[in-house]
């Protein structure tokens, strides 16, 4: 129900920009975003867009990473510049709705090399 694309291997500095797009049985999202997991990390918040434009993200992220959501209904982009190493990890699109379901993508690589 979720495509994410983009992801890559990228020396560090380097740019990458991922991509998601809901389709089919995902109605009333209101929050779409990205998360990321890294080897034996715990999955984290990398950005979150809300319909009216209201961003959330760690500092981690911020000025390096840009958050938006596409001209297509429930599609979603990070511009990811200035990358760095330890931004290596699996990148998953998300999608909340307003009744509470969320929805995911199936991960996608993102690779620094330093």
């Known amino acids: 129900q979720l495509q994410a694309s983009g992801g890559g291997l990228v020396q560090a500095g380097g740019s990458l920009r991922l991509s998601c797009a809901a389709s089919?049985?995902?109605?009333?999202?209101?929050?779409m975003g990205w998360y990321r997991q890294a080897p034996g990390k715990q999955r984290e918040l990398v950005a979150t867009?809300?319909?009216?434009?209201?961003?959330n993200c760690p500092d981690s992220v911020k000025g390096r990473f840009t958050i938006s959501r596409g001209n297509t209904k429930n599609t979603v982009h990070l511009q990811m510049n200035s990358l760095k190493p330890e931004d290596t990890a699996v990148y998953y699109c998300?999608?909340?709705?307003?009744?509470?379901?969320?929805?995911w993508g199936q991960g996608t690589q993102v690779t620094v090399s330093s």
């Open positions: 089919g049985s995902v109605f009333g999202i209101n929050v």
């Open positions: 867009i809300t319909n009216t434009g209201i961003i």
């Open positions: 998300a999608a909340f709705s307003w009744s509470g379901l969320d929805y």
